[in-house]
T-cell receptor, first 111, second 114 residues
Framework: KQEVTQIPAALSVPEGENLVLNCSFTDSAIYNLQWFRQDPGKGLTSLLLIQSSQREQTSGRLNASLDKSSGRSTLYIAASQPGDSATYLCAVRWGAQKLVFGQGTRLTINP | NAGVTQTPKFQVLKTGQSMTLQCAQDMNHEYMSWYRQDPGMGLRLIHYSVGAGITDQGEVPNGYNVSRSTTEDFPLRLLSAAPSQTSVYFC?????????????FGSGTRLTVV
């Protein structure tokens, strides 16, 4: 079964720290992997998309890496800010219409 | 702004009532999907469409119907609402064809069935 796991479920760090969120998946035959941010009561905002042929993508303070062979992706957030507090979701695309989500990591940045 | 628009944002239904959740996108995306998000369950695929006139079931289709008469619109119908359908519903869209683009999500509809 194709599954996505995100650990930890929650993370609390002081402002200014660099941090890593983890995503693992069970089948390496992916099309792509997408990281989303979700604020409480809001929709999903796409942060980064990594195609299966890529190793990493960067946007501002965010960097996402992909290692298909080990079934892992990481989202690196540099110099964290209180505004980064949100739930971060990892979603893996295994088919044209098969997007499977992890349960998310709830991130809190303390001022 | 271009994107995925969902209406209504909030809805309360009584058990047995029917309603339609609306979803529209203006990006000319071929692929459209409906997800529900429940605490502890994550996002799960209800139904999807690969183009006008073509729909198929996802992981949790029971109790929901869809149709797609145009590229832009993909409504989700609840025929007889049940408390188990209390959830947050998200519509998403994407371009077709390789390399596969990412999905764009709407802001969601929060549905409560009493």
């Amino acid at each position: 079964k194709q599954e996505v796991t995100q650990i930890p479920a929650a993370l609390s760090v002081p402002e200014g720290e660099n941090l890593v969120l983890n995503c693992s998946f069970t089948d390496s035959a992916i099309y792509n992997l997408q990281w989303f941010r979700q604020d409480p009561g809001k929709g999903l905002t796409s942060l980064l998309l990594i195609q299966s042929s890529q190793r990493e993508q960067t946007s501002g303070r965010l960097n996402a890496s992909l290692d298909k062979s080990s079934g892992r992706s990481t989202l690196y957030i540099a110099a964290s800010q209180p505004g980064d507090s949100a739930t971060y979701l990892c979603a893996v695309r295994w088919g044209a219409q098969k997007l499977v989500f992890g349960q998310g990591t709830r991130l809190t940045i303390n001022p | 702004n271009a994107g995925v628009t969902q209406t209504p944002k909030f809805q309360v239904l009584k058990t047995g009532q029917s309603m339609t959740l609306q979803c529209a996108q203006d990006m000319n995306h071929e692929y459209m999907s409906w997800y529900r998000q429940d605490p502890g369950m994550g996002l799960r695929l209800i139904h999807y469409s690969v183009g006008a006139g073509i729909t198929d079931q996802g992981e949790v289709p029971n109790g929901y119907n869809v149709s797609r008469s145009t590229t832009e619109d993909f409504p989700l119908r609840l025929l007889s609402a049940a408390p188990s359908q209390t959830s947050v519903y998200f519509c998403a869209s994407s371009y077709s064809g390789r390399p596969y683009y990412g999905y764009t999500f709407g802001s969601g509809t929060r549905l409560t069935v009493v």
